[in-house]
């Protein structure tokens, strides 16, 4: 295992060569994704799947409902389809940042630390992830936001969790000894959730328990503004599943947020969703049904026959996978679990969207000398570097000062103003009368 210094600047030089997000092809981005959507010839792509559905023994010609009306229950669902963005991305993260500066609320500002998922890259032929490019461009608001001390929201330090990454992993380094107490995760959507709640409840729950004689709090704090219901059950499937103490819950649907705390240990776990719930799939297509047929005792049959018909032979006809959600971003084309194929393909079939896909997601096609960040700089990497001895110089002695009958090390802020962290937060040595 390297040690913790190299570690952590290896950690910092991949960030700084993260790209941004680019919003200036928002607008055309959208125009062209709604043409894709509105122009898609739902009589003619699913003409044999419509016509085998009227010579089935439950054809719903008795009822009624012909060929045409299904045609249209099928553009209704697919006018479903949500799209969002880079424009949407970067102003629901910058929400995020606002809420996650308003959790500080007697108006100081918390050491946190960054969890992303393959910012190290272990492997030459891995590529980043989401959640630290998301965090790369929160970056400039996260520097804009300051306390009353005037210092910024900008997060100590950074470490990887999950599967693989427990050689290179700072978090306990971040928890044990830098008294971090907070740890905060960006990014852009939870579909099913599945990828997440192992993110969160196995792969950082489990790395700050994993030492039994360190019993501190600790908060992880998840920002997403694209948040399912399904993913939300998912969550909490996982908080009941994996045991990890918490005896406390709260969800607020209408806001998309979430809480879990473990109240005898001061823990807990925090999610934000925005202001945007992505409807789940199969919900989308319960309630366009029930448009068509008012469920009722008699109708039953035929509205669970049209539901299966929708759900196995157009959305996941030709071989394909039912996503949890209708979502697409400018960023990225979801994956397979997230959004069905069907749609996929839909949007696939496209000169434009297949051109704006050949690029992205942007943190997975990185340049081969890409341009680099110096400003994006973490505390603990100035901290923990090697000092820069030459012709034997004396090693700065650390000034200490007592307070509240316990030593502690006097720190620098950038702004050149001296400070200590007592109970979790900073107190600045020009507060102090006596000094």
């Known amino acids: 295992m390297a040690d913790i210094s190299s570690t952590i600047q290896r950690y910092q030089e991949n960030f700084q060569i993260l790209p941004g997000i680019d919003t200036t092809k928002s607008h055309i981005f959208l125009t062209n994704a709604n043409r894709v959507k509105n122009t898609y010839d739902i009589e003619t792509v699913f003409e044999k799947q419509i016509e085998a559905l009227f010579t089935s023994d439950s054809s719903p010609r008795e009822y009624n409902i012909d060929e045409e009306i299904i045609a249209d229950l099928i553009k209704a669902i697919f006018n479903e389809i949500q799209i969002f963005t880079n424009r949407q991305l970067l102003e629901s993260i910058n929400e995020g940042v606002e809420w996650l500066s308003r959790t500080f609320n007697d108006g100081y500002y918390r050491k946190w630390g960054l969890l992303t998922e393959n910012l190290y890259q272990i492997s030459s032929s891995s590529t980043f992830k989401s959640p630290e490019w998301i965090a790369s461009f929160a970056w400039e608001k996260l520097k804009n936001l300051e306390d ?98 918490f005896n406390k819950e709260f969800i607020n649907h209408e806001h998309n947020y979430c809480e879990w705390e473990d109240t005898i240990n001061n823990r807990s776990v925090f999610i934000w969703g925005g202001k945007v719930i992505m409807p789940n799939t199969t919900n989308i297509v ?44 400018e960023h990225k084309l979801p994956d397979f679990l997230s959004l069905p194929t069907v749609v996929a393909n839909m949007f696939m079939e496209n000169q ?30 100035i901290k923990v ?24 090390t006097v720190l620098l802020s950038k702004r050149g ?11 600045y040595l020009k507060s102090f009368h006596h000094l």
């Open 286 to 329: 319960y309630e366009q049904v029930s448009k068509l047929i008012k469920p009722t005792p008699k109708t039953y049959a035929l509205c669970n026959a049209i539901y299966n018909f929708i759900i196995k032979d157009i959305l996941t006809d030709f071989g394909g996978t039912l996503g949890a959600a209708m979502c697409i971003f």
């Open 417 to 427: 103003h001296k400070y200590i962290i007592h109970k979790d937060r900073k107190v």
């Open 385 to 408: 570097a090697p000092a820069q001895a030459s012709g034997g110089a004396a090693k700065k002695t650390k000034e200490k000062i007592t307070y509240c009958k316990k030593k502690y």
């Open 148 to 245: 009353k001390n005037r210092d910024n929201l900008l997060p100590y330090c950074v470490s990887d969790v999950g599967s693989g990454m427990i050689d290179v992993s700072t978090i306990n380094d971040m928890y044990i000894n830098h008294n971090i107490q907070h740890f905060v995760m960006f990014d852009d959507g939870a579909y099913s959730g599945l990828q997440k709640s192992t993110a969160i409840f196995i792969h950082a729950w489990k790395a700050l328990t994993s030492n039994p004689n360190v019993n501190k709090p600790f908060s992880i704090i998840v920002i997403i503004p694209f948040l399912t219901h399904k993913a939300i059950d998912t969550f909490r499937r996982a908080v009941i599943t994996y045991n990890l103490g």
């Open 352 to 381: 434009f969207m297949i051109l704006n896909y050949s690029v992205n997601p942007p943190y997975k096609h990185i340049p081969k000398n890409p341009r680099r960040d110096s400003s994006k700089v973490f505390d603990c990497s």
